[in-house]
């Protein structure tokens, strides 16, 4: 598989391919996402919410987002990687952005950075792509702006406010952006956008005619019961699945069926067996063995002993 880049995304949106977009904030999830081909893994600063377990984005550092970012992109080989500038990364001065956008990319081993924001942003988003950064731009609903906002609540709705969030997508591609996340916007305003601009328009709430779509993974998976927005499918309940594991677990250790002979190692190492025929032209990449017949794992990592 090819690795998917700024350049195949634009292709997709011409060929009326659509692109499937994925959050993902470590190197498990972002594997596993890779290899069902993926197009786009961001790194979101949502992980604010689903993994730090705050109310908001807002307290999610630059240092925290390039920590996840290095994790993720040491998980992803195929996947066009973004990740996301957090709250007031991009805000203070277009140097500072220039900045933090470079850090995401040499630190944090990104190919392109997402910034929330319409027209305002034009000129740090200029500079952004002229250090050599691609900007994925944002608008609609921009939970940064939770409190200008007044909540999370759906954008663009009248003449006006769709008019000027149509202005936002034009300025934001004049600016350089490779393109651009719409979120929770009317599904005739998204359709309207993603006619209107040549970089392809990726969706989250925003109808089925934007050139692609995007959702939380921990959404998607169901890992929370409580939240269920409209925009959400549920295409799995792991917070069920994961509930019982645990359960069934719990009960295991206590009642002691958890861990029997099978899951012990003995004191007696086995006795040395013959040198085996040339075992990984059969079975490439075998994971070593310590000598007993199954080979052992902890963590994913071959155990030595
Ligand atoms: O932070 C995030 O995960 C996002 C997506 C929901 C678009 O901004």
Known sequence: MKKVTIHTLRKMKQAGERITMLTAYDASFARLLDQAQIDVLLVGDSLGMVVQG??????????????HCAAVARGAKHAHLVGDMPFGSSHATPDEAVKNAMRLVAEGGMEAVKLEGGADYSEVITRIVRAGVPVMGHIGLTPQSVHKMGGYVVQGRGEDKAARLLADARALEKAGCYSIILEAIPAELGAQITRSVGIPTIGIG????????????????????????????KYANLAQVIGEAAVRYRDEVRAGGFPTEEHSFSS???AAQPKPAPVAAVMPRAPATN???RPLKLYSVPARE
Do not use: W
Not at 206 to 222: F, K, M, N, T
């Open 54 to 67: 705050h109310d908001t984005t807002l307290p999610v550092t630059m240092d925290q987002m390039v920590y």
């Open 206 to 233: 925003a109808g089925p005619d934007c050139d692609g779509q995007v959702l939380v993974i921990y959404d998607l998976l169901g890992m929370n019961p409580e939240f269920s927005p409209k925009f959400v499918k």
């Open 268 to 270: 007696d190492r086995p």
């Open 291 to 293: 000598g007993d017949e």
